[in-house]
């Protein structure tokens, strides 16, 4: 294992770094936009909603993976920056879905609804949002101490499950070529794996232990 602890300050400023960039796709697409439309192709409001649905799931499956990198490289300052890359996926998802709501539906609730209703693909993705939404509520510090830990942390495992619909979602909206929903799928299989693997040695270690304990009289 490779130590390297550089410091809060350093870890703050790393993580104003990572907030600038994590900006930069929102940013990108405001400046297309308002001076550069050429930029988002021939379907602007496909190319939106498209890219603000990629940069969730990115994000989503960066907050997962804090924890593997953290546990394999023992570098424990990487769970810092989990909360807020969180809810980057968090507001890229429902700026996704604002552009669904204002691109392919010019705001008329009735036919949202519908969609949400009638083609499954839009279902599994509004499942996805909905779950993201008490995650982030209770992403403070306050509210993990209000439900406390093992509830807090019982609740956020929640996170696989967003993830596996996200994943789930764009499998089911594209038409032909899987490669990119199955790039993503592969990298949360890793992720979920790995989760599994952990929680498996866990409960192998604590049998053991209690085997070895001596019994109670
Ligand atoms: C209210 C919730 C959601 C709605 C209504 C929604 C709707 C849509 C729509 C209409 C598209 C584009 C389909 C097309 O252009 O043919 C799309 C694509 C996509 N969505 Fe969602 N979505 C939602 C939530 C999510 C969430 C939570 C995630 C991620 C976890 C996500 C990830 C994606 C991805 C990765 C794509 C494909 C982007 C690409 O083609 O590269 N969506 N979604």
Excluded at 55 to 83: E, M, N, Q
Excluded at 168 to 180: G, Q
């Amino acid at each position: 294992m490779l130590r390297f602890d550089p410091g809060p300050r350093a870890v703050g400023a790393l993580k104003a770094v990572i907030f600038v960039a994590a900006l930069a796709p929102a940013a990108r697409l405001a400046v297309a936009v308002a001076a550069f439309p050429e930029w988002l192709g021939t379907n602007p409001a496909e190319y939106i909603t498209r890219s603000t649905g990629d940069w969730t799931l990115r994000f989503l499956l960066a907050t997962l993976a804090v924890t593997p990198l953290r546990r394999l490289s023992g570098w424990h300052w990487l769970v810092r920056l989990r909360r807020m890359l969180g809810l980057f996926a968090y507001a890229y998802g429902v700026a996704h879905f604002a552009s669904f709501v204002a691109f392919d539906h010019v705001f008329a609730v009735d036919e949202i609804l519908k969609d949400i209703v009638k083609r499954p693909f839009i279902t599994v993705g509004f499942a996805a949002l909905v779950l993201m939404t008490p995650l982030a509520l209770t992403s403070t510090n306050a509210m993990v101490r209000r439900l406390g830990g093992k509830r807090w942390a019982a609740l956020h495992r929640l996170v696989y499950a967003i993830a596996v619909l996200g994943v789930v979602h764009f499998w089911m909206m594209v038409k032909r070529d899987v490669t990119e929903p199955a790039v993503y799928g592969l990298v949360l299989a890793v992720l979920l794996g790995y989760r599994v693997a952990v929680a498996r040695g866990r409960a192998r270690d604590a049998a053991a232990a209690q085997r070895a304990a001596p019994p109670v009289r």
